[in-house]
């Protein structure tokens, strides 16, 4: 009894299966880094990581290629073709810079959509979120004020639900792809990364969708490596 119980205790814990998709093909020195201390990041703390990055335009086509998917084969598709299994999926923008308390953050918020926040690339007086969109209008919205979210953060809020943000840094559940029929992302000439049709399908099935505010994370120019 003593020999099965020691043999329990040194089996280790089964890792945490992370799909890591990289959404372009220009790279900074600074995304490098970051890519680096996150691989160092899964390793010490059992998650083994999977990366997929497909290069492809439309960028809607990008995504759902991530998951291998082929928009040939019609609606009855699930994630990887149900070949691996999968813990989370995490979407990081290549022109995105972080530290691993970004990724640590989105797993304590344990959300089934969880983003990082950040400034808008060409507007850096707006972060990257919409809290509410009526997707059945067909009207523009504006992104969150930055003066807004800093009277929040000062207020104590860490978090706040949205409708809408930009996938430089977002972590998903598995269950998440698997409740929304595919395809995931879809676009028009207006909409060419698809990530609107992801979130209003997330709205229409009641899959909430948080923003981190307390660790922001960077957009940054790039060059192709």
Request: proline residues 3%; glycine residues 4%.
């Amino acid at each position: 009894m003593a020999d099965l119980d020691q043999k329990t205790q040194q089996t280790p814990p089964k890792p945490t299966v992370m799909l890591i998709c990289i959404l372009g093909n220009r790279y900074s020195e600074h995304f490098l880094r970051s890519w680096t201390e996150l691989l160092g990041y899964c390793l010490t703390h059992n998650i083994r990581p999977v990366l997929a990055n497909i290069c492809e335009t439309p960028f809607f086509i990008q995504k759902n290629k991530c998951l291998r998917c082929d928009m040939h084969k019609g609606k009855e598709q699930v994630p990887l073709n149900g070949e691996m299994d999968y813990d989370y999926v995490l979407w990081i923008s290549s022109g995105c810079v972080f530290t691993t308390k970004t990724l640590q953050r989105l797993l304590d918020m344990n959300r089934e959509v969880s983003s990082a926040s950040s400034l808008m690339k060409h507007n850096v007086n707006c972060f990257n979120f919409i809290t509410d969109i009526n997707y059945e209008e067909n009207k523009s919205y504006s992104f969150m004020e930055r003066d807004k979210v800093k009277t929040m953060v000062e207020q104590g809020t860490e978090e706040c639900k949205v409708d809408y943000v930009d996938m430089n840094f977002v972590l998903m559940k598995k269950g998440v792809l698997e409740t929304i029929q595919y395809p995931w992302f879809g676009g028009d000439h207006d909409n060419l990364n698809g990530e609107t049709l992801f979130f209003q399908k997330c709205k229409e099935h009641t899959i909430d969708v948080y923003v981190d505010l307390k660790e922001q994370v960077c957009i940054e120019n790039t060059v192709i490596l």
